[in-house]
Nanobody, 115 residues
Framework: QVQLVESGGGLVQPGGSLRLSCAASGFTFSSYVMRWYRQAPGKEREWVAGISSAGGQGSYADSVKGRFTISRDNAKNMLYLQMNSLKAEDTAVYYC????????WGQGTQVTVSS
C-alpha cells in the first residue's frame, strides 16, 4: 500500500533554513506529480508546492514563493522541500502526497519557527 514518511522538521529561528524529506513507497513514484502540504494549528491543510513526475521547476503557493524549493529524486523515491528564510507563519506540520492524493497520509513532520 501507499506509504509516505516525512522527516527533517524541527525548531528553527526566523530566517533559518530546513530541508524536509519524504520517502515514498507502494506506488510508481516516478509516474506521479508530488506535492507538499502543511497544516498550522487551528487551520485547514493547505497546498505549499508541487512538482511534475519528471521533476524540474516546481509550482508554489504565493506565501512561500522565492523561499521554498521543491525537488525529487525518482531513483530513490524521494521528495524534498528546501525551506529558506523561514518565518513564524511557516510553523505547521508538513505533509507530502501524490496527485491524485492518496488517502494514506503520512504522520507529517513538525516545523516550528520561533526565536
Amino acid at each position: 500500500q501507499v506509504q509516505l514518511v516525512e522527516s527533517g522538521g524541527g525548531l528553527v529561528q526566523p530566517g533559518g533554513s530546513l530541508r524536509l524529506s519524504c520517502a515514498a513507497s507502494g506506488f510508481t513514484f516516478s509516474s506521479y506529480v508530488m506535492r507538499w502540504y502543511r497544516q498550522a494549528p487551528g487551520k485547514e491543510r493547505e497546498w505549499v508546492a508541487g512538482i511534475s513526475s519528471a521533476g524540474g521547476q516546481g509550482s508554489y503557493a504565493d506565501s512561500v514563493k522565492g523561499r521554498f524549493t521543491i525537488s525529487r529524486d525518482n531513483a530513490k523515491n524521494m521528495l524534498y522541500l528546501q525551506m529558506n528564510s523561514l518565518k513564524a507563519e511557516d510553523t505547521a506540520v508538513y505533509y507530502c502526497n501524490r496527485s491524485p492524493a492518496s488517502a494514506s497520509w503520512g504522520q507529517g513532520t513538525q516545523v516550528t519557527v520561533s526565536s
